[in-house]
């Protein structure tokens, strides 16, 4: 078996343990979603108790108790405490194993080619999703955001689904326009930015439920998505996705200037409004215009959660109509 | 007003708030004709506004990505009015051909600069006094803001906590001054992370910077094309460019005169590789350059790596077979000597060319023709190339004779055989078969018109097999070496523009101020001592974030924490 045998192996692999680790995130959420509706009929009878189990437990730890008289109470914190979750933790486990596999992949992949894994949309493809789960591990280590675990699991799953079985394609050698430190630097950081993106996207998702079901009220037995009410409030999701989305929003300025650089190498201008161009643009001006949201009175909240949301149909867009279906300089998906 | 009067302060005072949408039965003083234009003024420069055009401008620039550009695909364009000949012309009429250079996309993002000028330069002017004014008075409920802690010392002074509280904040910078309360309270008043706000503007002005950049830039430079064959040399002057597109601002007559020669060009295909077999790996261009009165000086222009030289930017941007032609009269006189590039089609370089030859024969002679670097017979009878390299060439030419249409000297594409008014003479229903050569090979021309000779730039060159098998004519051609017996073209592309490095800059401010207004935290932070009777002091400790600001609540705990251990309490 030669390498790149070994890296499709280790992909379809990693696939395998991802597809066991989006199911141990699903029983995680039906097992939120079932706490829900007993904490529903709990508070049902002893009016909410909860609530303030919830509020008080979160303030605890936050500063010295002894030398503060005053307990900040949370407005932000979950209704609903999730209970400590072994499946959680195995979702996790699993998660990382895949990523391992993954990496693998992507390693041998490299190797074989003799250069960066990420030169065709296979390869692309394949980098891509690993930079995904890498930042998502990343970023439960510091936040709690296990809860993201199906929908960055299952998004990355279906991409390299579509990547391994439609766009995949033997290793050939660069074409001389790809040989360039800044592809990798370029792509590299562009797929960094997606990630971070995918994030902003899906704690903006999770912000709108979470505003409809805080608007609609605290009653938990007629909730539809029962395990909203174990993530935090509506408030702290939109924060969270403004932090992942301004890191991000960064990155792709950087991948912008950095693809203009490199264009002007290899192409002989900075800027030509090539299809590819034409989209790194907009999908930065949707950003940005974001940004400006989050800043603008009427707009905070659910309607620059729309905006979050509409950036990152276009990122997707751009990765897949545009390089498949467009026609521009950027042809390297290899297909 | 520093700032559009719609921005979101998430944590400025009540007080320093505009009111809200303002209630639309209030009737407005009649406003004039300059209080119309304060009007429009402030509305434009809302951040409502801003962020309207921001989401015009992105929509705006999608259609230049669904339709061909004559910026960046001229052909595509010639292609869409064939295949689209009704919406074509309707299409063009609203500029979808030059989307980024039209009358409603320039609008969108002039007003957009607009809006931002207007919005930058108050703030600049708000944001240079508040950095040289003093950090506010401390409010008097500290315990009202959000994020606020307090802690009680035993023994000490008010005084000795607030003027550890004042080297503290100090140390960790931030600017502070001292108040006196009413109710006997001492306070420190600290404002930080002013980088904030000017990163911010540093970032805005710098967007401005690269639009005035850019529009300028494209004026003060030039552009040109230039087809160079192996051997020959390219002289950066008006005459000598195929074609040349100068900045409105720019004179032909500073083009530096220097000389650029083609010794060689080199490419290498793939060869091991079955899956890449006869990809191109790499393209490189073997040039001399001299300025008139220096040294030559060798160099290459590869593909990703220009050559930067007197101020001009040299890029490898094509290339292709330029095949060696004579053609001679019916005496023997040459008519005509010349290396023509042909034009690659496809991968393997099926390549299109055409031979003019207006004077030396009785009437003018055009060919349009074909050349396979590795020739190989379709069924159809028509030929193909199956490999890049020159392994088996073959030209084939079809003759016509009549007007060419360039006597009155309106300039004419090298590249296209005009055949309206001419007479064709091989190929096609004439019945007369095409002309087909290989390196070396010379042939009639019907009509007895004279010869033609497809020259062997390398005729010396051993053949691969000496003991070949001969087919029926005992030609051996197949097993001669044909390495180098086409001359290559390398087409490269000159630009000068004077303005990349401030385009440069330009980027790396916008950079920089991103970063640095999205991650410094400004904030307000206060800390208040009060003596109780009792004889322990009451210290408190506020924050107040000035935008985006999540670590507020911990920072000000940490002030608290470090503020109790400088004064040596007990954990
Ligand atoms: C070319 C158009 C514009 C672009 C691309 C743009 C982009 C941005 C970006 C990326 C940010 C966040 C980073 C930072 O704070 O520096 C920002 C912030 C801001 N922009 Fe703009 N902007 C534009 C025009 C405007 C205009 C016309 C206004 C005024 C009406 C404006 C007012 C602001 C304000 C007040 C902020 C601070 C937001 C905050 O505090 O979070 N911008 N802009």
Redesign the pocket.
């Known amino acids: 078996m030669d390498l790149n045998e070994l890296s499709v192996l280790a992909l379809w692999s990693a696939m395998a343990i991802y597809a066991l680790a989006f199911i141990a995130f699903a029983i995680d959420l039906a097992k939120r979603s079932a706490e829900v509706t007993a904490a529903g009929e709990l508070t049902a009878s002893e009016s909410s108790a909860t609530k303030v189990q919830a509020a008080s437990d979160a303030s605890v730890g936050g500063s010295r108790a002894s030398t503060t008289t005053l307990t900040r109470a949370d407005p932000d914190a979950p209704q609903v405490q999730p209970k400590r979750s072994a499946v959680l933790r195995v979702a996790v486990a699993l998660t990382v194993l895949g990523f391992l596999l993954h990496l693998t992949a992507a390693i041998t992949r490299g190797v074989a080619a003799e250069r960066v894994p990420w030169a065709n949309m296979y390869e692309f493809a394949m980098t891509g999703t690993l930079l995904i789960i890498a930042t998502f591990l990343v970023v439960i280590a510091r936040v709690d955001l296990r809860f993201l675990g199906t929908f960055i699991v299952g998004l990355v799953l279906v991409l390299l689904g579509i990547a391994a079985v439609n766009f995949y394609v033997e290793i050939v050698p660069l074409p001389p326009a790809l040989q360039s430190a800044w592809l990798v630097i370029h792509v590299f950081v562009a797929s960094t930015g997606t990630a971070l993106f995918a994030l902003g996207f899906a704690l903006s998702v999770l912000q709108l439920i979470q505003y409809r079901r805080q608007a609609i009220g605290a009653d938990l037995s007629k909730l539809k998505l029962k395990f909203v009410a174990t993530l935090p409030g509506s408030a702290r999701l939109e924060n969270l996705a403004y932090r992942a989305n301004?890191v991000a929003?960064i990155l792709w300025t950087f991948t912008l200037i950095a693809g203009a650089i490199w264009a002007e190498r290899a192409w002989g201008r900075y800027w030509g409004w090539d299809t590819k161009e034409v989209w790194t643009f907009i999908i930065w001006?949707i950003?940005?215009g974001y940004?400006?949201a989050?800043?603008t009175r009427g707009w905070r909240g659910s309607r620059s959660a729309w905006l979050s949301i509409i950036g990152f149909a276009a990122v997707l867009f751009n990765f897949s109509v545009v390089n498949l279906f467009f026609k521009g300089l950027h042809a390297y998906s290899g297909l | 007003m520093s700032?559009?009067s719609d921005?979101v302060?998430a944590g400025a005072p009540l007080s320093e708030r505009e009111p809200a949408e303002s209630n639309p039965n209030i009737q407005q003083p009649k406003l004039g004709f300059v209080g119309t234009l304060r009007f429009i003024w402030r509305q434009l420069?809302?951040?409502r506004?801003?962020l309207f055009?921001?989401l015009l401008l992105a929509v705006a620039a999608v259609p230049g990505s669904l339709v061909p550009q004559r910026s960046s695909d001229p052909n595509g364009v010639i292609q869409y009015f064939a295949d689209n000949p009704k919406l074509a012309p309707v299409l063009d009429n609203i500029q979808m051909f030059d989307v980024y250079g039209s009358v409603w996309f320039s609008s969108i993002?002039l007003l957009?600069?607009i809006?931002?000028i207007?919005?930058?330069i108050p703030?600049t002017k708000h944001h240079f006094d508040a950095m040289r004014a003093r950090p506010p008075r401390t409010p008097a409920r500290l315990e009202r803001l959000p994020a606020h802690t307090e802690q009680t010392l035993e023994g000490g002074d008010a005084g000795a906590a607030i003027a550890a509280a004042h080297t503290l904040l100090k140390k960790s910078g931030y600017r502070t001054e001292l108040y006196q309360g009413k109710k006997g309270d001492i306070s420190v008043s600290a404002e930080r992370g002013y980088l904030r706000e000017t990163?911010?503007l540093v970032?805005?002005s710098a967007?401005v910077g690269m639009l005035v950049t850019v529009a300028v830039g494209g004026g003060l430079g030039y552009a040109g094309q230039r087809v160079v064959v192996e051997g020959q040399t390219f002289v950066n002057t008006l005459l000598d460019y195929n074609s040349f597109n100068p900045g409105r601002f720019y004179n032909p007559d500073d083009l530096t005169p220097y000389a650029l020669s083609l010794d060689r060009f080199d490419v290498t295909y793939e060869q091991k590789n079955l899956d890449a077999y006869g990809q191109p790996t790499d393209f490189t261009a073997f040039v001399t350059t001299r300025t008139p009165g220096g040294e030559p000086e060798k160099r290459t222009v590869k593909v990703n790596d220009p050559l930067r030289y007197e101020g001009t930017d040299v890029y490898l941007l094509g290339n292709g077979y330029a095949p060696t032609i004579t053609v001679r009269d019916a005496d023997g006189n040459v008519v005509f000597t010349d290396s023509v590039p042909f034009l690659p089609q496809d991968a393997n370089l099926t390549s299109l060319g055409v031979v003019k030859i207006p004077d030396g024969l009785e009437k003018q002679l055009g060919m349009i023709g074909f050349f396979y670097p590795t020739a190989q017979l379709l069924d159809s009878g028509a030929y193909t190339s199956t490999y890049p390299d020159l392994v088996f060439p073959v030209l084939t030419l079809n003759v016509y004779t009549g007007d060419l249409g360039i006597d009155d000297g309106a300039p004419k594409s090298v590249y296209e055989l005009n055949t309206d008014d001419m007479t064709q003479l091989t190929g096609g229903k004439t019945g007369v078969d095409s002309i087909e050569l290989m390196p070396g090979q010379s042939q009639e021309l019907p009509g007895g018109y004279g010869s033609i000779t497809f020259e062997n730039a390398n005729p010396d060159a051993e053949p691969i097999a000496a003991d070949a098998s001969a087919d029926d004519d005992g030609a051996t051609v197949s097993t001669a070496d044909f390495a180098s017996s086409v001359p290559r073209f390398a087409s490269f592309d000159v630009h000068h523009d004077p303005t990349q490095g401030w385009v440069f800059l330009f980027a790396m401010l916008i950079l920089g101020?991103?970063l640095t207004?999205?991650f410094i935290p400004r904030r307000r932070v206060w800390v208040k001592a009060t003596d109780n009777p009792d004889g322990t002091v009451r210290v408190q400790y506020a924050g107040l974030a000035r935008?985006?600001d999540p670590g507020l609540i911990e920072a000000v705990d940490a002030i608290a924490y470090r503020h109790g251990t400088a004064l040596g309490l007990e954990r």
């Open positions: 301004i929003f001006v950003y940005a940004i400006h989050r800043a | 700032r559009p921005y302060d420069t809302s951040m506004t801003a055009l921001l993002y957009l600069f809006s931002l207007g919005c930058v703030r990163g911010n970032f805005h967007l101020g991103l207004s999205l935008g985006e």
